[in-house]
């Protein structure tokens, strides 16, 4: 098999959480196997595990964002986020390739990760927005309706989108991990919000608020230090561009092309103050 060009990284991501997975499903006692084949123009890296297997149902429903049948694939107690394999299709996809899997219940599972040989095999895909240079996003909310908005637009542009709900999860790996960090205003916890914009100003990382509504007066500093400030929810192609153009624009304005921001609205039980 010849060498294929890839994010080490990213791709070290995608099998690490195939492994969990198949870790978890087999328990104490059972087998994971992982092969490699060359299949035409495209190298296959298969994970299986002899697990209780995936139902069809939920087949087809795994790699939906927050879907999460752990423990695994409901058969222990362990919690899963519903993040990993939509992350790791996302991945797969910047890559010119893909992520799916096969499985029978009662047998096991088989995850196949797709990578081309070629990474310039542009004609089946389609047409990626213009400056994105494979951009990484980190998303910085707790709100599933946030998340839902943009994992299937990073998926269409082949975005590395990731998202974090603590600072200290990227801390003094920022650069590495991300160009830009999206920053909900409304994240109910507004210290872990001023300890992330305050880890983008030292790492030199551009970070874009989103959801302002009316743009609380508590959080007037990070406004003013932002790339740029919208109201609602933009597209994501948008907010790319402001990362790619350097473009500030008036930074305490509000998007009018923002799109439903009342969806993005946080229970009022969970809103906090600083």
């Keep these: 098999i010849p060498p294929v060009e890839i994010s080490a990284s990213r791709i070290q991501q995608i099998l690490m959480n195939l492994f969990i997975n198949a870790q978890h499903a087999i328990g104490s006692d059972g087998v994971i196997t992982v092969a490699l084949v060359r299949e035409k123009n495209d190298v296959l890296i298969k994970v299986g595990d002899t697990g209780a297997g995936i139902s069809e149902e939920n087949l087809s429903r795994i790699f939906d964002p927050f879907f999460s049948t752990k423990g695994v694939w409901g058969r222990d107690e362990l919690a899963g ?84 709900d603590a600072e200290h999860t990227v801390e003094g790996n920022l650069r590495r991990v991300a160009d830009a960090v999206i920053c909900d205003a409304r ?32 959080l007037a500093e990070l406004f003013e230090k932002s790339r740029r400030n919208f109201k609602g929810l933009p597209a994501l192609t948008r907010i790319m561009a402001c990362v790619e153009d350097g473009d500030h624009g008036d930074e305490q304005s509000q998007d009018p092309q923002a799109s439903n921001p009342e969806a993005a609205e946080p229970s009022r039980n969970t809103e906090s103050k600083l």
Excluded: W
């Excluded at 030292?202 to 302002?212: D, R």
């Design 81 to 164: 986020t519903g993040m990993g394999l939509a992350i790791g299709r996302n991945i797969a996809r910047e890559h010119g390739g893909d992520l799916f899997a096969e499985s029978v219940e009662g047998a096991g599972t088989t995850f196949t990760l797709s990578l081309p040989l070629n990474r310039n095999r542009g004609d089946n895909q389609e047409p990626r927005a213009t400056g994105t240079r494979n951009m990484r996003l980190l998303l910085f909310t707790l709100n599933r309706k946030i998340l839902s908005h943009y994992h299937p637009q990073a998926s269409a542009e082949r975005i590395n989108l990731i998202a974090v």
């Design 187 to 218: 994240f109910c916890a507004k210290i872990e919000l001023f300890r992330m914009a305050q880890t983008c100003m030292e790492h030199g990382v551009p970070y874009i608020m989103i959801n302002c509504g009316q743009m609380e007066y508590q």
